[in-house]
């Protein structure tokens, strides 16, 4: 299988054509799945699914070494409204390759890819390599990466494939979304009856707007509260027996969810439920050779406020792929084919520092 970079850019952007023209939205990506199915049977790599997860080991997997996970998703978003072009129409002009998931994350996912297959053959590596094409990544569904794990086998680090212009997203921010509800005694608002579920929400709001969490994060800092929805009260004369609210929480690296939730049910006196704690920041030490492989080639490192994949594995990783967060879910999605190219090499050299 050995081949040159070169052909494997090749195959690389023509896989990513392939990919843009089957609509693949979260939860119905079987006909992306299928054609990567065929892609590793084609290149006699042994490879496996669950659901709509790919994935496939490094030829000479030992397992007594340690494991790299190369992760991305082939799930998209529907197209938005602002659409000029075909969103399933793989479409080149002046050096942009459009289509519906080419930024996000085809580029990423070809790349990797093609830097898997750089490796698949060769013996005596430092570590087993596992390339995994997850689902569900858009919706942060329980039947992606947080499903395929489980069966891939221990990991002991991950890149995660997500455009980042190739600098380095060393940690990300998490998410809790809380839905909260004040609990009054409803009574006629022209006597001095009732006790206001508004006002008791009003207070806890004003927490959640004022109250600073002790440690901040450096890569990502403070842990951001935003009270979102409000709904309280049933007509004019009734004082409110219920006012209920939604908190979008972003964690960060310095705290795990369930540390955040404890604190926030420490200062309020309300209920607080969390919707799910399962998506956590994530973070990796600067000094870990995967980030100073990706220093080594020139690239910087931050703090990511925007979720991914990160989130669900349990494992250090590093945010990092061609192609621009700014475009994503944009109309008219594009990547430029020098970012495949760009990609590619980025990918073979980050590893090739650590194996």
Same mark, same amino acid.
């Given at each position: 299988?050995?081949?040159?970079?070169?052909?494997?850019?090749?195959?690389?952007?023509?896989?990513?054509?392939?990919?843009?023209?089957?609509?693949?939205?979260?939860?119905?990506?079987?006909?992306?799945?299928?054609?990567?199915?065929?892609?590793?049977?084609?290149?006699?790599?042994?490879?496996?699914?669950?659901?709509?997860?790919?994935?496939?080991?490094?030829?000479?997997?030992?397992?007594?070494?340690?494991?790299?996970?190369?992760?991305?998703?082939?799930?998209?978003?529907?197209?938005?409204? #602002?659409?000029?072009?075909?969103?399933?129409?793989?479409?080149?002009?002046?050096?942009?390759?459009?289509?519906?998931?080419?930024?996000?994350? #085809?580029?990423?996912?070809?790349?990797?890819?093609?830097?898997?297959?750089?490796?698949?053959?060769?013996?005596?590596?430092?570590?087993?390599?596992?390339?995994?094409?997850?689902?569900?990544?858009?919706?942060?569904?329980?039947?992606?990466?947080?499903?395929?794990?489980?069966?891939?086998?221990?990991?002991?680090?991950?890149?995660?494939?997500?455009?980042?212009?190739?600098?380095? #997203?060393?940690?990300?921010?998490?998410?809790?979304?809380?839905?909260?509800?004040?609990?009054?005694?409803?009574?006629?608002?022209?006597?001095?009856?009732?006790?206001?579920?508004?006002?008791?929400?009003?207070?806890?709001?004003?927490?959640?707007?004022?109250?600073?969490?002790?440690?901040?994060?450096?890569?990502?800092?403070?842990?951001?509260?935003?009270?979102?929805?409000?709904?309280?009260?049933?007509?004019?004369?009734?004082?409110?027996?219920?006012?209920?609210?939604?908190?979008?929480?972003?964690?960060?690296?310095?705290?795990?969810?369930?540390?955040?939730?404890?604190?926030?049910?420490?200062?309020?006196?309300?209920?607080?439920?969390?919707?799910?704690?399962?998506?956590?920041?994530?973070?990796?030490?600067?000094?870990?050779?995967?980030?100073?492989?990706?220093?080594?080639?020139?690239?910087?490192?931050?703090?990511?406020?925007?979720?991914?994949?990160?989130?669900?594995?349990?494992?250090?990783?590093?945010?990092?792929?061609?192609?621009?967060?700014?475009?994503?879910?944009?109309?008219?999605?594009?990547?430029?084919?020098?970012?495949?190219?760009? #990609?590619?090499?980025?990918?073979?050299?980050?590893?090739?520092?650590?194996?």
């Amino acid at each position: 299988m050995s081949k040159s970079v070169a052909d494997l850019i090749e195959e690389a952007t023509s896989l990513l054509k392939q990919l843009i023209a089957l609509p693949s939205f979260s939860k119905e990506e079987n006909d992306t799945a299928d054609l990567l199915c065929r892609f590793f049977h084609e290149r006699d790599v042994a490879y496996e699914r669950l659901g709509n997860n790919v994935w496939a080991y490094n030829k000479y997997r030992d397992d007594s070494k340690p494991s790299i996970l190369l992760n991305s998703h082939h799930d998209t978003v529907k197209p938005n409204s #602002g659409y000029t072009k075909d969103p399933f129409v793989p479409t080149v002009t002046e050096g942009k390759l459009y289509g519906l998931g080419s930024n996000d994350a #085809g580029g990423c996912l070809v790349s990797l890819i093609a830097a898997f297959l750089y490796y698949y053959e060769q013996e005596n590596l430092r570590y087993n390599i596992c390339l995994l094409a997850s689902a569900e990544e858009e919706i942060s569904g329980k039947n992606g990466v947080e499903a395929a794990i489980k069966h891939i086998g221990v990991m002991d680090f991950a890149v995660v494939g997500e455009p980042t212009l190739l600098q380095m #997203g060393v940690a990300e921010k998490g998410l809790m979304v809380l839905d909260c509800e004040a609990v009054g005694i409803a009574g006629h608002a022209a006597r001095e009856e009732g006790e206001n579920a508004i006002y008791k929400a009003m207070e806890a709001i004003n927490w959640f707007r004022t109250f600073q969490f002790p440690k901040v994060s450096s890569h990502l800092g403070p842990v951001k509260m935003s009270v979102t929805v409000v709904n309280g009260g049933t007509q004019h004369n009734v004082v409110p027996a219920s006012c209920t609210f939604v908190v979008d929480v972003r964690t960060t690296d310095v705290y795990n969810n369930q540390e955040v939730l404890d604190i926030i049910k420490q200062h309020v006196f309300i209920k607080v439920t969390p919707r799910s704690t399962r998506l956590n920041p994530s973070t990796i030490e600067l000094d870990h050779p995967i980030v100073q492989s990706g220093i080594s080639l020139g690239a910087r490192t931050f703090g990511s406020p925007t979720m991914s994949d990160q989130a669900l594995l349990p494992v250090p990783s590093v945010k990092v792929g061609p192609g621009d967060s700014a475009r994503s879910h944009s109309a008219d999605e594009y990547i430029f084919l020098t970012e495949i190219e760009q #990609g590619v090499a980025f990918y073979i050299d980050l590893l090739g520092n650590v194996l």
